[in-house]
């Protein structure tokens, strides 16, 4: 089955760390993605895996993949109060030649001062 | 390079009212176009998406429809709203193909009251 699950609220403090995580259960899953959306926007791609890697780095952003337990995390290295949003992770699955995202419910991140 | 609009940003309709929110995508062509819902603290649901044009599925029995009339022009439609039509709708769109990144639209506040 589809399903998607992750913590609905973090709250870290500026210049530590943040760890989303997020569970996912088809293991056909591909790729691997994670949006960010601040209030009242869309979904801005923040950075994807593909399903064969264990670790992703783009900057200050860290993906970890642990397919075997079907777990994804997000780590935001000097969390800044600009990352203050909602952050998503998603799995693609293959249907009739195109994407299928399944959206877990979002994890806000609030940061403090 | 690609960009997808959507319109109206915000809308306050009656119970029993008409709906169509319309989007469209620019500097591609042959798209995957997909709307999704997301409700009050909720996450994201694949509404419609759409391989081609006139080829739509549904992802879930509900009060709303979509078409695709033109290449790069996606339409949601609802011939009466319902109370719980009220959420944020995002259009989104994709390269043709599996595991490429979908983008999506700024979004669109509907309000049935």
């Known amino acids: 089955g589809e399903d998607v699950e992750q913590s609905l609220f973090l709250s870290v403090r500026e210049g530590d760390s943040s760890v989303i995580n997020c569970t996912y259960t088809?293991?056909?899953?591909?790729?691997l993605y994670w949006y960010k959306q601040e209030p009242g926007a869309g979904l801005q791609l923040l950075t994807y895996?593909?399903?064969?890697?264990d670790m992703k780095q783009d900057q200050r952003l860290t993906v970890l993949l642990n397919k075997k337990d079907k777990h994804l995390s997000l780590r935001i290295a000097d969390t800044q109060t600009g990352d203050s949003a909602i952050y998503f992770c998603?799995?693609?699955?293959?249907?009739?030649?195109?994407?299928?995202?399944?959206f877990g419910t979002g994890t806000q991140l609030k940061v403090e001062l | 390079s690609q960009t997808i609009h959507q319109w109206p940003a915000t809308l306050v309709q009656p119970v029993g009212s008409p709906l169509s929110l319309e989007c469209t995508v620019e500097?591609?062509?042959?798209?995957?176009l997909y709307w999704y819902r997301q409700a009050a603290g909720r996450g994201l649901q694949l509404l419609f998406y759409?391989?081609?044009?006139?080829?739509i599925s549904s992802e879930v029995p509900q009060n709303l429809s979509a078409s695709r009339p033109q290449d790069r022009q996606f339409i949601l439609s609802s011939k009466k709203l319902l109370l719980s039509d009220s959420g944020f709708y995002l259009c989104?769109?994709?390269?043709?193909?599996?595991?490429?990144?979908?983008?999506f639209g700024e979004g669109s506040w509907l309000t049935v009251v």
């Open positions: 989104a769109w994709s390269e043709t193909g599996y595991g490429n990144t979908i983008y």
């Open positions: 088809d293991s056909s899953s591909t790729y």
């Open positions: 895996i593909f399903s064969n890697m």
């Open positions: 998603a799995e693609d699955i293959l249907t009739g030649g195109g994407n299928k995202l399944t």
């Open positions: 500097g591609t062509s042959n798209p995957n």
């Open positions: 759409s391989v081609g044009i006139g080829q």
